[in-house]
Structures are given as structure tokens and as C-alpha cells.
């Protein structure tokens, strides 16, 4: 079992930046990649960022060019540095976790971006 515990997100006007964490703890040595997804009113839960363990990374053509992800493995947590954020960008955020064979979600936490 892994388990994730996100940073508070909160509320931001547009143009601004906000960061987040996720703490992973457990069988932490079967973790692999972690992501970032999201998930607007009405709509599907998106892939936003992902980066395994070597550092390779993935974006969501929405957020490329303005939110990085990065690890820690020491500590096992993973960022989301969001900047020059949009209202569209408005979602519940949830951190996501890959073993070998399983995926663990983090409760998510609310990121708003006001016009």
C-alpha cells in the first residue's frame, strides 16, 4: 500500500502561481512514476504532468510551458510548480502514484483560478 497526502491547493487570480506537494509513504520502495491529474466540473479526469523515477517527464499540451513537475525521492514527494495560471485551470487536483502493477490516488485538493 501506498499512501499520498497532497498540499492544501487554494485560490489564485489569473496570471499567478501556486504549488503543490504530494507525500508518499508505505511500500514506497515498489513506487515508480508519479503524476498529477485533474478534474473540472463536468468533466473527465485529465493527465497533467508525470515523472518517473530517472526524471522523464510529461505534460498535458494545456499546461506545457507553464507548470513544471519535479521529485524528491529522498522524500518521496512530488511538485507541481503551476505559473501564469488560467481559469480553465480551475480542477480538483490528485496526485497519482504507479508500482509495478497498481496506482494510488491522493484525496485531491481544489486549485481555483479567478478571472
Known amino acids: 500500500q501506498v499512501q499520498l497526502v497532497e498540499s492544501r491547493g487554494g485560490l489564485v487570480q489569473a496570471g499567478g502561481s501556486l504549488r503543490v506537494s504530494c507525500a508518499a509513504s508505505?511500500?514506497?520502495?515498489?513506487?515508480?512514476?508519479m503524476g498529477w491529474f485533474r478534474q473540472a466540473p463536468g468533466k473527465e479526469r485529465e493527465l497533467v504532468a508525470r515523472?518517473?523515477?530517472?526524471?522523464?517527464?510529461n505534460y498535458a499540451d494545456s499546461v506545457k510551458g507553464r507548470f513544471t513537475i519535479s521529485r524528491d525521492n529522498h522524500n518521496n514527494t512530488a511538485y507541481l510548480q503551476m505559473n501564469s495560471l488560467k481559469p480553465e485551470d480551475t480542477a480538483v487536483y490528485y496526485c497519482?502514484?504507479?508500482?509495478?502493477?497498481?496506482?494510488?490516488w491522493g484525496q485531491g485538493t481544489q486549485v481555483t483560478v479567478s478571472s
Open positions: 515523472i518517473t523515477t530517472s526524471g522523464r517527464t
Open positions: 508505505g511500500s514506497i520502495f515498489r513506487l515508480n512514476a
Open positions: 497519482r502514484a504507479e508500482t509495478g502493477t497498481l496506482v494510488y
